[in-house]
């Protein structure tokens, strides 16, 4: 019956699976449908061009086509807009002990027996880390716990 729907329908059937993946991309969080739904339709505006010979591009040749095209899209479309997966700006937005690591400053009281407090911005964080002295500059490498890991800068 589908196979029916889509030979009476031809090329078009190309133009509705594009417009059904573009509407899945809106749908579905992330970006990779787009690639496939752009296959379709650019498959769907081939066949309908008229310098198409309909009797070398049978269906099967469209969907080799669609095939090769949708990995070529989404290889580029991944090179041209990459995912921010990895970025670590988005992966601590949510995490205020997380956007501390990196930073530096002075202990406001000594590390001992490997814990201590330290003033970043507006805020008294516990620390921990190797016994140091009052004043004694350090750099945040880590969170444990609800504390910062911190080493002498």
């Known amino acids: 019956m589908i196979a029916q729907i889509l030979s009476e329908l031809g090329p078009w059937s190309w133009f509705i699976i594009g417009l059904l993946l573009l509407t899945g991309e809106i749908l579905i969080p992330g970006v990779f449908l787009i690639w496939f739904g752009l296959s379709a339709l650019l498959i ?3 066949t309908l ?6 009797a070398w591009w049978p269906w099967q040749a469209q969907v080799v086509a669609f095939g090769v095209l949708s990995l070529i899209f989404v ?4 090179r041209l807009f990459p995912s ?13 002990l997380g ?4 930073r530096e400053g002075a202990l ?3 590390i001992e027996n490997g814990e201590g407090r330290i003033k970043l911005g507006d805020t008294t964080w516990r620390v921990r880390g190797g ?3 009052q ?9 444990e716990d609800g504390t910062l890991t911190v080493e002498a800068s």
């Open 99 to 102: 956007r501390m690591v990196g």
């Open 49 to 54: 061009a008229t310098f198409t010979d309909v």
């Open 108 to 110: 406001l009281g000594a």
């Open 84 to 96: 921010d997966a990895g970025n670590d700006a988005a992966s601590t937005i949510n995490d205020p």
């Open 131 to 133: 016994d140091l002295p």
């Open 75 to 78: 290889l580029v479309g991944r």
């Open 135 to 143: 004043g004694a500059k350090v750099r945040v490498i880590g969170v």
């Open 44 to 46: 769907g505006t081939l």
